[in-house]
């Protein structure tokens, strides 16, 4: 499958929705907490793929604001292997010049994590090669209720004028600030959902949905995602034998 991918069109960024691994556990009549840590595998394999192709930044989802309604105990095991991958992986991660990042209100985290990522976050951080985000505690909405936030303070303070409030700006402020946004979004699974990723980021993503669960996305899989990304014709709204061709001046839109 490797030899069908163009290496010269791969997404510069991946965000990826990791979902199923209740399901997967459930299926073998294992409690759901073997399905995350099925799902570490899958996490491996991914992160390796990235690395060994280059593909500029992978995000994937490993814990919504909205996660918190699960059972205690499953929580606390998503906290505990989170901490583990980090020990197990930081290695993998030097080695191929993984640059980590968590994105999401990390504050609100037990701090025994908080510490376990900035421990990676600061390893890792002279690293050049592909950047590996970590969504934790993550809302989209949240993201930008704090970047109006922002914008709010700093007007109020007078130090933005809001005629140069534009998307350039905003970009700038979001957690991902400085990246490309997404040119791939995969959500595995089944459910056709965004469920609160990166909202502003996915507004021109290719979206890729495979009913295959979380645990069960090899390698093969994910090049699958790769190969289907690279069929899919890109216009951003316009035509294309067009596209970024003409823009409006400005005032002018629409009229003849
Ligand atoms: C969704 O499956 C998955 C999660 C909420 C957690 C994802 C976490 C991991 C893969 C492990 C930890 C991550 C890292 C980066 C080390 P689900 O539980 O909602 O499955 P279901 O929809 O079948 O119930």
Redesign the pocket.
Known sequence: MLDRLDLGRLPRHVAI??????????ARKLP?VE???A??R??RQTVETAARLGLPVVT?????TE?WK?PRH?VLT?MG??K???NRELDTFLRHDLRFLPIGRIDQLDPSVQRELQRAVDATAACRGPLVQ?A?NYSGRQELTEVLRTAARQVVAGELDPAVLDETWIEAHLATGGQPDPDLLIRT?G?QRISNFLLWQVAYSEIYFTPV???DFDQEEFLKALLAFQQRERRFGGLPETAGVFTPPEGQLGTA
């Open positions: 929705i990791m979902d199923g691994n209740g399901r997967w556990a459930t759901r399905g995350h840590r799902g570490i899958a996490v994937l989802y490993a814990f919504s996660n699960r499953e998503l292997l989170l583990e991958y980090i970590i934790l699974s459910e669960l979380w645990p």
